[in-house]
C-alpha cells in the first residue's frame, strides 16, 4: 500500500488525522467490491425495472414479469438468474410455476429507499 501523502494537490491546510482516518475506513470495508458489483449489477435497466417490480408486489413469476414489461419469457428467466445467482432474489415454487421475491437485507433496503416506497 501506498504511503498517505499530502502532496498530491495544493490546498491551505491539510488534516493529517482526518485523512489517515478515513483511509482506514476504506481500506477496512472489504464490503465495498460486493456492494459495488451489486449496484453495476442493478445499473442495467431490465434488471432495475424488474427490481422495481418485486419489491413493489412482493413476488411475481416469470410470466407476469414478461406481461408487465411487454418482453419473452426467456429474455426475462435470463435476467433472473442473474438475480438469483449474485442472492438478491429469491425463489419459490408452487406446483409448476416458480415465484420470485427479493432477499431482505440491505440492498432491498436501499432499492426500497431508492424507489421512495414504504415497505
Same mark, same amino acid.
Given at each position: =500500500? %501506498?504511503?498517505?501523502?499530502?502532496?498530491?494537490?495544493?490546498?491551505?491546510? /491539510? #488534516?493529517?488525522? %482526518?485523512?489517515? @482516518? &478515513?483511509? %482506514?475506513q476504506?481500506?477496512?470495508?472489504?464490503?465495498l467490491?460486493? &456492494?459495488? #458489483?451489486? &449496484?453495476?449489477?442493478?445499473g442495467?435497466?431490465?434488471r432495475? %425495472?424488474?427490481?422495481?417490480?418485486? +419489491?413493489?408486489? #412482493?413476488?411475481?413469476c /416469470?410470466?407476469?414479469?414478461?406481461? *408487465? =414489461?411487454?418482453?419473452? /419469457?426467456?429474455?426475462? @428467466?435470463? !435476467?433472473?438468474?442473474?438475480?438469483?445467482?449474485?442472492? +438478491? *432474489? !429469491? !425463489?419459490r415454487?408452487?406446483?409448476p410455476?416458480?415465484?420470485?421475491?427479493?432477499?431482505?437485507g440491505?440492498?432491498?433496503?436501499l432499492? *426500497?429507499?431508492?424507489?421512495?416506497?414504504? #415497505?
Amino acid at each position: =500500500m %501506498k504511503e498517505l501523502t499530502t502532496e498530491t494537490c495544493i490546498r491551505q491546510q /491539510v #488534516d493529517i488525522e %482526518k485523512l489517515q @482516518s &478515513l483511509r %482506514k475506513q476504506l481500506l477496512q470495508k472489504d464490503d465495498l467490491d460486493k &456492494l459495488a #458489483d451489486l &449496484l453495476a449489477m442493478a445499473g442495467n435497466a431490465t434488471r432495475l %425495472k424488474m427490481l422495481f417490480l418485486l +419489491v413493489q408486489s #412482493d413476488e411475481l413469476c /416469470v410470466c407476469d414479469m414478461a406481461d *408487465i =414489461m411487454g418482453m419473452g /419469457v426467456s429474455a426475462i @428467466s435470463h !435476467q433472473l438468474r442473474k438475480l438469483r445467482d449474485r442472492g +438478491v *432474489i !429469491q !425463489q419459490r415454487r408452487e406446483g409448476p410455476t416458480i415465484y420470485y421475491q427479493m432477499t431482505s437485507g440491505i440492498f432491498k433496503d436501499l432499492l *426500497i429507499e431508492l424507489f421512495e416506497i414504504d #415497505d
